[in-house]
Structures are given as C-alpha cells and as structure tokens.
C-alpha cells in the first residue's frame, strides 16, 4: 500500500517562500508519476503541477508557472514543491499525489493515492 506524507507547510507573507515536501513509502517510486494539487476554502481540489517517473518532464496550472517548482528524488522517494513569490490565493490545503503510470497526470481522477495534506496560508 502506497503512504504519501507531506511537510513543509505554514504560513508566510506575500513573496516569500515555501518548500513542501511529501515523502512516499510501500512501493517503488520511480514506478509512479506525482502530482499536487490544492484546496482553497469553500472551493474545489485543482491541479498545481505534476512530474513524470524521471523528472525530465513537468507540467504546471497557469497560476503557478514560473512560481512554483516540482522535483523529485527517486533515491530518496520524495517530490518537492518549492513555492517562490507566494500570491494571498496560493492559499490553501495542499496534497501530493500518486498515479502508477510514469507519465503525467493532470486530473484528480488518475491519481491512485493521496496525501493528509498540508496548509500553506499566505497573508497580504
């Protein structure tokens, strides 16, 4: 059974930064592509960014590009998301993700596995 652990959430003001990580376990990693997403308060799940099983390719929302950043480290089993020039409306609950396909994943539906979550709150 695949375990997603995510960390590194808090709060910061607008343009800081923040360095989430999500640590996988129970299965081999580098079998499955990875992905975040986020809730916002009285909103929907949506996608933020996701990676394939090596690294070399990603995808990013609109609203994220050129801000946030994802990675991975297959010998270490985790993603990170590394989240620069924060924005008040980057708040919100956010979840790792697994699919077992190496290549990317853009919807919440081809996601297998799921993280608790970690909140990051921007203030203006």
């Known amino acids: 059974q695949v375990r997603l652990a995510e960390s590194g959430g808090g709060w910061v003001q607008a343009g800081g930064s923040l360095r989430l990580s999500c640590a996988f376990s129970?299965?081999?990693?580098?079998?499955?592509?990875m992905g975040w997403f986020r809730q916002a308060p009285g909103k929907e799940r949506e996608f933020v960014t996701c990676?394939?099983?090596?690294?070399?390719?990603?995808y990013y929302a609109d609203s994220v590009k050129g801000r946030l950043t994802i990675s991975r480290d297959n010998a270490r089993n985790t993603v990170t998301l590394q989240m620069n020039s924060l924005k008040p409306e980057d708040t919100a609950v956010y979840y790792c993700?697994?699919?077992?396909?190496?290549?990317?994943?853009?919807?919440?539906?081809?996601?297998?596995?799921w993280g608790q979550g970690t909140q990051v709150t921007v203030s203006s």
């Open positions: 129970g299965r081999t990693f580098s079998s499955y592509g």
């Open positions: 993700a697994a699919r077992l396909h190496s290549v990317l994943g853009y919807k919440e539906t081809e996601y297998d596995y």
């Open positions: 990676i394939n099983w090596s690294g070399s390719r990603t």
